[in-house]
């Protein structure tokens, strides 16, 4: 197939595109500065006929979201509707990349797609808009909405970790907030496979199983410095402007029966990861307890 996708250079767009070239595609692959989202007539002209396009172009900066809205709205609103509009034009299908930041996470059960969104910040309110305005074009779509998401390719949460756990001797790290740390290359390769499938709607792709960021760092200490004290803390007292939900995990089951399989547990995208940093030996350690 040949895949356009927009974003290329991004934490998931790089993997995404080694990934869809492994499997034997063809990709053209657009970013900042040579596409941006935002020209609606540059979006028609640029996107070439193709099989699919896949928008992992964002405005991904939470907590900047707070006081840059009309920028988040303008690429993750505004950007998504130019991409959905120009494919449906062409009668190109159109995949999406969307964020577990569309729910509250005032519950304690894992959200399926039909669930009600309710954004608490910004960047979600933002997201959530573009979704809808795909739905809106009337062309073919599939939005996946994912969370927590670390590669080699991007700033996120390991590397920070990683880097704190060189400098300090011990650290704070948030136990209220719940989710699903994602490994970009997994994510990359469910998103492969649903270009497969003839499948129009939302779906949730994001690892298995869950943890608190204050698990998921003692999970990247127990590989790379255990010495390290991991001490829980709060979101009130970490103070970031943008609220998150406390608890994001996304209900799979719909994946899992459109596509015959589970994604992998975030301990093993940890474990592959720092294998691929170079940071762990090809057999690894076996980390904290399962969680
Ligand atoms: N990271 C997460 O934890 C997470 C969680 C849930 C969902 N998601 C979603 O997953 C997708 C990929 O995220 P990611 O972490 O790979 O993000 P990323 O690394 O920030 O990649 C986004 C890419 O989009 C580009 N971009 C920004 N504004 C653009 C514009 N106006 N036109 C064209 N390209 C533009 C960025 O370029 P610059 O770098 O030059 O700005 C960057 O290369 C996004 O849709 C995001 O909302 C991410």
């Known amino acids: 197939m040949k895949i356009t996708i927009l974003g290329a250079r991004g934490m998931l767009g790089r993997d995404l595109g ?14 900042l500065p040579e596409l941006d989202v935002t020209d609606a007539v540059g979006v028609f002209r640029t996107i070439p006929e193709c099989d699919w396009v896949v928008n992992c172009a964002a405005y991904t900066d939470v907590d900047g979201a707070q006081s840059h809205r009309e920028e988040a709205f303008a690429v993750n609103c505004d950007g998504a509707r130019n ?22 996470g005032y ?8 669930d009600e ?6 960047y979600g309110a933002s997201k959530l808009a573009g979704e809808k305005a795909i739905k809106a074009e009337g062309g073919r779509y599939v939005i996946v909405r994912t969370q927590a998401l670390f590669g080699r390719h991007g700033h996120n949460f ?3 970790i990683i880097r704190l756990l060189q400098e300090k001797d011990s650290l704070g790290v948030v136990v209220d907030q719940v989710t699903c740390p994602t490994y970009t290359r997994h994510l990359a390769e469910a998103v492969e496979s649903l270009l497969h499938l003839d499948f129009t709607g939302v779906i949730h792709v994001s690892a298995e199983g869950e943890c608190s960021w204050y698990r998921f760092a003692r999970e990247i200490a127990a590989h790379v410095r255990p010495s390290v004290e991991i001490n829980p803390i709060t979101s009130v007292d970490l103070g970031r402007p943008a609220r998150r939900p406390p608890y994001a995990v996304l209900d799979k089951k719909r994946f899992t029966l459109l596509t015959g399989r589970k994604m992998p547990h975030w301990q093993q995208g940890l ?19 399962n969680g």
């Not at 080694?18 to 053209?28: K, L, P, S």
């Not at 509009?85 to 159109?94: E, N, Q, S, V």
């Not at 969104?117 to 910004?122: A, S, T």
């Open 107 to 114: 519950r304690n059960t894992p959200y399926a797609e039909n």
């Open 271 to 289: 474990v592959e990861y720092l294998q691929e940093e170079g940071l762990l030996p090809a057999e690894g350690r076996q980390g904290e307890e």
């Open 158 to 160: 390991v590397k920070a």
């Open 18 to 31: 080694d990934i869809c070239r492994a499997a034997g595609h063809e990709t053209v692959e657009y970013d």
């Open 117 to 122: 969104p309710d954004p608490i910040n910004i």
């Open 83 to 104: 991409v959905a509009r120009a494919c449906a034009r062409k009668r190109i299908p159109l995949l999406h990349i969307s964020t577990d930041y569309v729910f509250n």
